[in-house]
Every structure is written in structure tokens, then in C-alpha cells.
């Protein structure tokens, strides 16, 4: 079993829509919590941490559920320049950070 | 802040070559991680180095092995190498001073094609 599981996707959807995606990861221990973004053939970027509490930047809201090991990222009003790959993260030891295989999404006009 | 850098960004090589990549951290960074990413699949850590040692290690063979200078650049070196190590290869750096949540910041990569 992968530590961190995502569907790859794609996930199409047009301008305006709400989208979210979700994963699970299986070590308990796990420490801390991330979202990154992959542009093609780019290097992960930092999308946004997640926490217990939720969190929300702009567009993107975030929930983190210990308990059942849940990670999702919602994305509202989507823009064309959403379209990329969203990596979930968890960290296991000081920032080795575990990566899922990532989500691809892809947005039209 | 030039930020990660790494080098060189492409680079071809054949089967039982060996390979050295570069990465200079982030400008107050002293930690410096490895991360293999094979077409497709989400970034794999290789192992961490800080201080000059190698302070936790990945699934992966000891043909790949790394060093960390005194300036905290490193080197990622993989020995014997297979067509199975063409990848995405990323250099993440972090404070290890800080908290535990502190950002990594990633260089743009090396693309390594073994032929």
C-alpha cells in the first residue's frame, strides 16, 4: 500500500466550477501536512499547509482529518491557470516529505 | 535570493555511467533533501543531509550516494546507472533551525536520461 494515496485523475472541468480533491495516507505518525502544486515539467511549489482546523487561502480551502487520515483541497471559481498536477504531502521525520503520485487537473474555457 | 539551484538541467548518459548533480540551497538554508521523480509518479525522497551527514535515508540502493559541503550545497551521485534512473531529479532546502512545518523550497530539477 502506498503511504500516500491520490486519484490521478484527470479531472476536467470547465472555468467557474468547484472541484476537490482528496487523499488518504497510512502512517499515523505522520507529522505535518501539505498541498503542492506541479505545473508541467516544473518543480513542486508550495500550495498551502493543512491543519485540523481548516484553512482557506482565496480560493483553496483545506481540511485535515486525523482520525480518518483524510487530506482534501477544494478549489472554488476555478481559473484556467489552475491547471496542473496537485501534490499531497506529508511529512515522516524532520521534512522528509512523502508525496502522493498526484492529481492532475485541467481546466477549460 | 538566487533560491535552489541546481545543475546541470539536462543530461544524458548510458547504462553503467556515473552521474554527479549539483544543488546549492536556498540563501540561510542548511538542510538539503534529494528527491527522485519518475514520469508520472510524485516525488520520492532519496535521502537528507544536514551538517555535512547524511541524516535519513530513502528506499534506494547504494548506488546512489550524496555529500553536503561546508557552504551546505550538495552533490547527488549515482553510480552504475540503469535505464530505470532516468528521471526528474529535485533538490529541496529547509532550515533545520526552524519549526518542524518550515516550507522546503525546490530547485527546478535535473533531467537525467539514461540511454
Known amino acids: 500500500r502506498k503511504e500516500v494515496e491520490q486519484d490521478p485523475g484527470p479531472f476536467n472541468v470547465p472555468e467557474g466550477a468547484t472541484v476537490a480533491f482528496n487523499c488518504t495516507y497510512s502512517n499515523s505518525a505522520s507529522q505535518s501536512f501539505f498541498w503542492y502544486r506541479q505545473d508541467c515539467r516544473k518543480e513542486p511549489k508550495l500550495l498551502m499547509s493543512?491543519?485540523?482546523s481548516g484553512n482557506e487561502d482565496g480560493r483553496f480551502t483545506a481540511q485535515l482529518n486525523r482520525a480518518s487520515q483524510y487530506i482534501s483541497l477544494l478549489i472554488r471559481d476555478s481559473k484556467l491557470s489552475d491547471s496542473a498536477t496537485y501534490l499531497c504531502v506529508v511529512t515522516l521525520g524532520f521534512q522528509k516529505l512523502v508525496f502522493g503520485t498526484g492529481t492532475r487537473l485541467l481546466v477549460s474555457p | 535570493d538566487a533560491g535552489v539551484t541546481q545543475s546541470p538541467t539536462h543530461l544524458i548518459k548510458t547504462r553503467g555511467q556515473q552521474v554527479t548533480l549539483r544543488c546549492s540551497p536556498k540563501?540561510?538554508?542548511?538542510?538539503v533533501s534529494w528527491y527522485q521523480q519518475a514520469l508520472g509518479q510524485g516525488p520520492q525522497f532519496i535521502f537528507q543531509y544536514y551538517e555535512e551527514e547524511e541524516r535519513q535515508r530513502g528506499n534506494f540502493p547504494d548506488r546512489f550516494s550524496g555529500h553536503q559541503f561546508p557552504n551546505y550545497s550538495s552533490e547527488l551521485n549515482v553510480n552504475a546507472l540503469l535505464l530505470g534512473d532516468s528521471a526528474l531529479y529535485l533538490c529541496?532546502?529547509?532550515?533545520?533551525?526552524?519549526?518542524?512545518?518550515?516550507?522546503?523550497?525546490f530547485g527546478q530539477g535535473t533531467r537525467l536520461t539514461v540511454v
Open positions: 529541496a532546502s529547509s532550515s533545520l533551525r526552524g519549526s518542524v512545518n518550515t516550507e522546503a523550497f
Open positions: 540563501s540561510g538554508h542548511d538542510t
Open positions: 493543512v491543519y485540523s
